[in-house]
């Protein structure tokens, strides 16, 4: 858990050493909670990354703040990840502990892009030492000190049986991941407010044929953005296919055909039957 945009989803993929979870540059791009496994001889933990905490008050963001909610009530350990390129904003360090007040489990403290030559992590440490938590200076791009975490983090995991087949490395169904690799796509290529306007919905997912067949409807809010998405005579639609099913045939290691339209939804999120439409839960 931490703010947006501090390298929660690229430490889920370090941490598993797949590219799960989707990131990019811009702030938010998770949107609910998404779960990978990694299982060594006699260890399984099971890794939860949550959306960036947020104040914003549309029913997106709150159905964002529900998903990091149900998360650390889930949890055996939280990893609050700070940048430690930045000095956290004091609003958004009472947010971290406000959230983490409630939950009586052991959490630690994870000050990401050391790899960077500002890297400062003086306010992570001094947030760290306000809730007598461990610290750890790491960076989630090369992977330096995400070990010496894992590490650390798999002591605190209860003895007990696995819960996952030791060769699992999601709970998610396929479908799911499909629709976060075109939701990345979107992330990619699409400028401005385009890729938070647009909801991604598989209509059809076909394991059993061969290419896999997938089709995929794109829901924004507006008919403007409806040609920005599609593009110059669809150039974009086109380009956005063709990143989202390399990511998607990468995962399956199968071919895939990918079919992808762009539909209008005014004000999908800021309607509870327009978030349900996507699988996103809003707060009651």
Known sequence: MGPPN????????????????????????TWERVTGIRTSEDLQI???DTPGVVAGKSLLHRSMLLEVERGIALADALAV????????????????RILLSGSPVPRIVAANKSDLRRFSPAAALRFAEGLDAPFFA????????????????????????????????????VRFFAR?????????????????????????FREGEDPVYIAASLHVERKSQKGMVIGQRGRQ??????????????????????????????????KRKGLAMFGYEAPP
């Open 46 to 48: 099971v890794v939860v």
């Open 6 to 29: 501090v390298g929660k989803s690229t430490l889920l993929n370090a941490i598993l050493g797949e590219r799960l979870s989707i990131s990019s540059p811009r702030a938010q791009t």
């Open 237 to 270: 639609i086109r380009a956005l296919g063709v990143d989202a099913r390399r990511r998607i045939e990468r995962f399956l290691g199968r071919r895939v055909y990918l079919e992808l339209w762009v539909k209008v939804s005014p004000g999908w999120r800021r």
């Open 180 to 204: 976060e690799f075109i939701r990345a796509a979107l992330f990619r290529r699409c400028h401005q407010e385009i890729p938070y306007a647009t909801g991604v919905r598989i209509e059809e």
């Open 81 to 96: 990840v700070l940048d430690g390129t930045e000095r956290p904003r004091p609003d958004m360090g009472e947010a971290l």
């Open 138 to 173: 790491l960076s989630a791009r090369t992977g330096a000190g995400v070990g010496a975490l894992v590490d650390h983090v798999g002591a605190q995991m209860p003895v007990g049986p696995f819960l996952y087949p030791a060769e699992d490395l999601a709970v998610a169904p």
